[in-house]
């Protein structure tokens, strides 16, 4: 066995009479984790088709509350290199080691958010090296302010590639119905639990600095003030204010706009791309120069 994926709470009771909704959640997030992970891991994308085909996991499910027994299925372990000489279990503690130090990354850019702090990280090559302790922290976080260091750019990558399905398992974790759960391999392990909820937590900020993008209105929900530009193949979600509707409700779907917007970023996703936009103005070209 490389992995252990272990889960408690009511909607695994020990009859092995399962909450479905739970289980397939459960199943689904953890192989997209898994995927993500390994390819990361092996710094593969996972566009190469001939390694995606080549990885599979054999699981067993035991009886309790819900346990997944899982080995690495490399069915041509000449691909998968020295990770696969002990049969997957030197990749299963990688795999683990990623998967902890992505929450762990992610738990402190929240702790730092709360704070009112910028995230600003770097990676430090000597972080957590020759140490033999078991899951040494690959993660320092200074906590005045918001310096976030970390041994790997694996680690910032893992973060970002698994943050839905992350989200979507600790999302279930309530205390209740599913009480904890955890990943372990022969040497690393990962316990979640109701607390790790902080990291759902949403941090965005409307920039003060403005921009303009040229395309058309669509997709409009005036009750919600949202709706999406398209401008040359791209979409971009647009918000606005009630005494903004009236000029909206005008350019619907009319081609060659110019949309004043400011950018929305979500510190959360620990980068600082846009998620959305926010309308300071609009108006026709045309319209503009009488």
């Known amino acids: 066995m490389d992995l252990r994926i272990y889960a408690k709470g ?3 009771p020990e009859d092995g009479i399962y909450d479905l909704r739970h289980l397939e959640s459960l199943i689904s997030s953890q192989r997209k984790i898994l995927d993500k992970l390994t390819f990361i891991s092996l710094g593969i994308s996972e566009s190469n088709k001939k390694f995606k085909e080549e990885l599979d996991y054999r699981v067993k499910v035991n009886p309790g509350s819900i346990e997944l027994l899982i080995d690495f299925a490399l069915n041509h372990k000449e691909l998968f290199a020295t990770l696969s000489i002990d049969g997957g279990q030197s990749l299963a503690k990688i795999v683990v080691d990623l998967w902890r130090d992505a929450v762990s990354l992610r738990e402190k850019a929240a702790q730092a958010l709360e704070k009112g702090l910028k995230i600003n990280i770097a990676i430090n090559a000597n972080i957590g090296s020759g140490t033999q302790i078991i899951n040494a922290s690959n993660v320092v976080a200074d906590e005045s302010s918001g310096n976030i260091q970390i041994s790997s750019p694996k680690i910032y990558m893992a973060a970002l590639a698994t943050r839905p399905s992350v989200n979507q398992t600790i999302q279930m974790i309530d205390g209740k119905a599913v009480e904890f759960m955890e990943i372990q391999s022969l040497n690393s392990e990962l316990k979640l639990t109701p607390e790790h909820r902080a990291i759902l937590g949403r941090h965005r900020e409307e920039l003060l600095v403005s921009m303009e993008i ?3 209105l ?14 040359s ?5 647009l918000s606005w204010d ?6 909206m ?3 619907v779907d009319t081609e060659g706009v110019i949309f004043k917007v400011r950018p929305i970023i979500d510190h959360a996703r620990l980068t600082q791309d846009a ?4 309308l300071v103005d609009c108006y026709e070209p045309q319209n503009k120069l009488l």
């Open 275 to 278: 998620i959305a936009f926010r």
């Open 10 to 12: 009511t909607s695994f």
């Open 233 to 237: 193949g791209q979409r971009y979600q």
């Open 242 to 247: 009630e005494e903004q509707r009236q000029k």
């Open 214 to 216: 040229i395309g058309r």
């Open 218 to 231: 669509d997709m409009v929900a005036f009750s919600s003030h949202k709706g999406v530009i398209i401008s």
């Open 249 to 251: 409700q005008k350019y």
